[in-house]
């Protein structure tokens, strides 16, 4: 397409860039103190502080874009969590477990300076069943010195360890170029095996908003342990249940089924449960304990869905508990605590009482339709020409920046880039966003517009 005043290959570019699907997603695992969190802020070019990311210190984010060689990926980090709790075997276990699962590519991490232990080890087992690409860097190896201990790493049986200093930067690059040769383009565990296969739901909330009871009301008791016991579900971890006659994959439900009674930790511990699921799902149900005030945390999973650039309902649950009060004060909360995410589509449930179950599916398939959406470019470009003539842009420093060309380069979610001949402002944008919803529907997405201005 020739945009007025662009080159026509740096418009391809842009559409090509802002129409990329879902990320792959690397995950980075070892024991504490070998130096994953070390390794990541060196991958992202994170100047936070490492001892920021302590045990019982709340995490939400265990998920960062990173991009090596022109390349772009999503980066999971482990670590923020120490073996307080479970001891160091299960709780190391339990969060490579996580971590793993959502991964299309795990970075191992050992240090070389200790040499693989007991722990190493265990893990080796997980990365080994799970069948997922690992490379294997062996960390502290700050000089040529080290190499000989790096060598040693042969024994775990993982193939070649990279000798890195994540602390310097030694060997960082090289390591990750044999990232990107394991590395798929795409998620494939996410969006490979999708067509005709049963659309995946995260079911996500903060502890104790009823998740289980939601999961167990919805699926029914017996069948669950049927499928629990007799191991009829490949991936032990997602569920198949029938709801409203389709079968729907309920990923990631051993997170939610296996209560795990962490004190310190149980914060990153949900974070990084959530993310996992989150990574696996198409659309997202979050869950909201409506009988109590809207949290942080709340507020934090959804931001996490919504980064995700998943599709999303919001479950209010415990609707049996309200009284006209609450219910009244909910109302409020919701305006200003959550108007920013006001297209998701909204149920009033009762995982107690059953109350309102039948909408969850209507609500989902509303959200998965709205995700999966296309605008015809013809039609797109009508509706911003119309846009572009009622209300055109406020005039800045005697320029006045206008809309010239938009394409919907991608979906799940829509992705549009638009090209403008000048830099069109913060409420421009929303502006835009809010009509384009209005016109297009969009319910239950998150949209994501780039703008490209004419230099
Ligand atoms: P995590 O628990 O695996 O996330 O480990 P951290 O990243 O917190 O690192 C643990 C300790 O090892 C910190 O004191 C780091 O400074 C140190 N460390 C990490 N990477 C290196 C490295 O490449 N060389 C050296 N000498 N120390 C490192
Ligand atoms: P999870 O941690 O999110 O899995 O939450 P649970 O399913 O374990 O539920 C936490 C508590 O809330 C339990 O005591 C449930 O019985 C209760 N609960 C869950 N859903 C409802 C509901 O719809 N109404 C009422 N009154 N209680 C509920």
Not at 23 to 30: E, I, K, N, Q, S
Not at 84 to 102: H, K, R
Not at 257 to 271: I, P
């Amino acid at each position: 397409a020739a945009v007025e005043g662009f080159d026509a290959e740096d418009v391809e570019e842009a559409i090509d860039e802002a129409g990329h699907g879902p990320l792959p997603v690397l995950a980075v695992v070892g024991r504490p103190n070998v130096g994953k969190s070390t390794l990541v802020n060196r991958i992202i070019g994170r100047r936070e502080a490492v001892v920021e990311d302590r045990p019982g210190v709340t995490r939400d984010r265990v998920t960062y874009e990173a991009e090596w060689a022109g390349r772009r990926f999503k980066l999971v980090d482990t670590g923020g969590w120490e073996q307080d709790v479970l001891g160091i075997d299960a709780s190391v276990a339990a969060q490579a477990e996580f971590a793993i699962e959502a991964a299309d590519a795990v970075v191992f991490v050992v240090d070389a300076t200790v040499g693989p232990t007991d722990t190493d080890e265990a893990v080796v087992k997980l990365l080994r069943r799970s069948g997922k690409p690992v490379v294997l860097c062996a960390n502290k190896v700050d000089g040529p010195s080290g190499e000989a201990d790096a060598a040693m790493l042969w024994s775990l049986g993982l193939g070649e360890p990279h000798p890195v200093s994540a602390l310097h930067g030694r060997g960082t690059g090289d390591m990750l170029d044999a990232v990107l040769d394991v590395l798929p383009d795409a998620p494939a565990q996410t969006f490979g095996t999708a067509v005709g296969g049963p659309r995946r739901i995260a079911l996500i909330g903060r502890p104790n908003v009823g998740k289980s009871s939601l999961l167990n009301k919805v699926a029914g008791e017996e069948r669950v342990v049927v499928n629990e016991m007799a191991g009829t579900t490949r991936d032990p971890v997602d569920e198949l249940i029938e709801l409203g006659g389709v079968t729907w994959k309920f990923v990631d439900t051993a997170g939610i089924r296996r209560r795990v009674h962490l004190q310190e930790g149980a914060d990153y511990y949900a974070s990084l449960r959530t993310a996992a699921a989150v990574e696996k799902a198409e659309v997202a149900v979050v869950l909201i304990d409506a009988s109590e005030s809207i949290s942080v945390q709340d507020q934090r999973i959804i931001t996490m869905a919504v980064e995700a650039g998943r599709a999303m309902v919001i479950a209010y649950n415990k609707w049996d508990t309200l009284d006209e009060e609450r219910r009244y004060y909910l109302e409020r909360e919701i305006e200003t605590e959550l108007g920013q995410i006001a297209w998701a589509p909204r149920v009033n449930v009762s995982a107690a009482t059953g109350r309102h179950m039948e909408k969850l599916v209507p609500a989902i398939e509303t959200a998965l339709a709205g995700w999966e959406t296309r605008v015809p470019t013809g039609r797109l470009n009508a509706f911003l020409g119309e846009i572009v003539a009622s209300h055109p842009h406020p005039i800045r420093g005697g320029k006045q920046p206008r809309i010239l060309f938009g394409t919907q380069a991608g979906t799940k979610p829509p992705r549009f880039v638009l090209f403008a001949s000048g830099f069109l402002e913060h409420g421009y944008r929303r502006f835009v966003e809010r009509r384009l919803r209005e016109e297009f529907g969009f319910e239950g997405t998150p949209l994501h517009i780039s703008v490209r201005v004419r230099e």
